[in-house]
């Protein structure tokens, strides 16, 4: 069966380093996104890609950045961690206009 | 543009009563609406979705939505909540406008019952 998949489900980084979380989909989708979830705030859009090669920013998109090499990958980068990027992080994919979306199963990131 | 209201932060029902999770939206274009769930400590379940075809939308576990234009909502119903219906639940709304696909969520109303 078709899935999303994301790893690691729990990381604890220290600040200032550099973090990678991947997003693995085998639905073939070619939309792509990261969501933060933070309470109180809902999910909150991080960065977005239509296709390979495409990426875009988000809501809240200062301190990451994604990269779109094929269609199954959309790895959030985090370039030099800080305590308020501390949330559960979930990846997306959808095949567009009127489809569901797909969610991954959350990564919780601490930044200590 | 497009945002998403949810009306109320928590709701607290007595099992076997009926839920009702309401949602407002604004979108400059014909929007496609979502409500997903989502247990504690686990990922977002679609629960149901409008896209422009029939208003009243029947989702998993009994849950109906109805899409009301004229009032910009989308409140979610049961007639019957269960235990396991206890969650998190998210309002989402997707633009229509060509090539755009980011969903915009609700802050999320907590379902509490009651046994």
């Known amino acids: 069966d078709a899935e999303i998949t994301q790893s690691p489900r729990h990381k604890i980084t220290e600040t200032g380093r550099q973090v990678t979380l991947a997003c693995h989909q085998t639905w073939n989708h070619n939309n792509m996104f990261w969501y933060r979830q933070d309470l109180g705030h809902g999910l909150r859009l991080i960065h977005y890609?239509?296709?390979?090669?495409?990426?875009n920013k988000g809501e809240v998109s200062d301190g990451y950045s994604v990269s779109r090499s094929n269609t199954e990958d959309l790895p959030l980068t985090l370039e030099s961690a800080a305590s308020s990027q501390t949330s559960v992080y979930f990846c997306?994919?959808?095949?567009?206009?009127?489809?569901?979306?797909?969610f991954g199963s959350g990564t919780r990131l601490t930044v200590v | 543009a497009q945002s998403v209201t949810q009306l109320d932060s928590h709701v607290s029902v007595s099992e076997g009563t009926p839920v009702l999770l309401r949602c407002n939206y604004s979108?400059?274009?014909?929007?496609?609406l979502f409500w997903y769930v989502q247990h504690p400590n686990k990922g977002l379940q679609l629960l149901l979705k409008?896209?422009?075809?029939?208003?009243l939308v029947k989702g998993i576990n009994g849950f109906e939505a109805e899409f009301k234009k004229s009032e910009t909502s989308f409140h979610l119903t049961k007639p019957s909540a269960h235990m396991s219906d206890a969650a998190e639940y998210f309002c989402v709304v997707s633009g229509h406008r060509a090539g755009s696909y980011q969903l915009t969520f609700g802050k999320g109303t907590k379902l509490s019952v009651i046994p």
């Open positions: 979108s400059s274009y014909s929007p496609s």
């Open positions: 409008y896209t422009s075809a029939a208003t």
């Open positions: 890609s239509y296709g390979v090669h495409d990426t």
């Open positions: 997306a994919s959808n095949a567009g206009q009127g489809y569901g979306y797909t």
